[in-house]
């Protein structure tokens, strides 16, 4: 018995043998085997999409960027038009379908945002999605709106209100005139505020750290409940007024504006603003 199947295992690899001599004497190597023989799985090329766009935008327009799949960066400079950059990335082109950008635009407003495609639904849940890579250049008298981000934001200098909600992922913000609303961030946010109105700044669910530089001349009135972490600062003029249960009341200054936190999973910074950029 134990003839019979050496002679079976000589006979097969005598036939594998033969098989790759005669592919080698018809002009191919042995590196040359198709794909499917060598076991590279890693041979389809990714499937890439650009959208480049530009719009002429009024001052103080409102800008909103929603249910992005990737990272979002926003530079700004003194210019009157928007120009718009995404790149869309997936394994293939029926990857690519499963999502889709629409952008709306008028002189005072522009809308980006991500959404299901029209792919069918065992397509959409089972397989993989593509990712999204936002880049804007905007006018920095605008109000901005950014929601629903799956990767980290990234702002330069805006000179009007600011709203971020539902970022997973770090928040930057270069400078920030007026007002700014900061909701359910999964990261840490790092903003620098010029000058606050009277609604100032709000903060609420942040699971990280966050920073806040001021810029000199800025007076706020602080009260951070509901944290785990501290309220520390290097600024002159600070003056903790309480500490209790997670409940800080802070004074910066001779105050007046208002920055409220709640809800902080980390600590909050406060710091000395550099002074803005001139480039632009």
Do not use: C, W
Request: proline letters at 3%.
């Amino acid at each position: 018995m134990k003839r019979i199947i050496l002679v079976v295992l000589l006979v097969g690899i005598a036939g594998v043998a033969g098989i790759v001599r005669s592919y080698s004497k018809a002009g191919h190597s042995i590196s040359e085997l198709p794909r499917a023989i060598s076991g590279d799985s890693d041979s389809k090329e990714e499937t890439r999409e650009e959208i480049r766009k530009n719009y002429e935008l009024a001052p103080g327009a409102k800008v909103e960027v929603s249910g992005i799949n990737g990272a979002v960066k926003i530079e700004t400079a003194d210019i009157k038009t928007a120009d718009v950059y995404i790149e869309r990335i997936a394994k293939s082109p029926e990857a690519l379908s499963r999502r889709k950008i629409t952008i709306e635009n008028s002189p005072n407003s522009l809308k980006i945002r991500g959404e299901k495609g029209d792919a069918g639904f065992f397509a959409r849940l089972f397989g993989s999605s593509p990712t999204e890579r936002v880049t804007l250049r905007l006018p920095r008298q605008i109000s901005l709106v950014a929601e629903g981000v799956n990767g980290a934001v990234n702002v330069g200098e805006i000179d009007g209100p600011i709203e971020i909600h539902g970022i997973n992922g770090r928040v930057e913000v270069a400078q920030a005139t007026g007002s700014a609303e900061f909701n359910g961030i999964n990261g840490n946010i790092s903003v620098a505020l010029k000058r606050l109105e009277k609604d100032g700044v709000s903060i609420n669910g942040v699971n990280g750290d966050i920073e806040l530089r001021l810029s000199e001349g800025v007076n706020v009135d602080l009260e951070a409940h509901g944290m785990n972490g501290n309220v520390v600062s290097d600024l002159p003029g600070f003056v903790l007024k309480k500490a209790k249960h997670g409940s800080y009341s802070a004074h910066i200054g001779s105050g007046g504006s208002s920055i409220t936190a709640n809800g902080i999973n980390g600590n909050i910074r406060l710091t000395r603003a550099m002074p803005a950029s001139t480039v632009g």
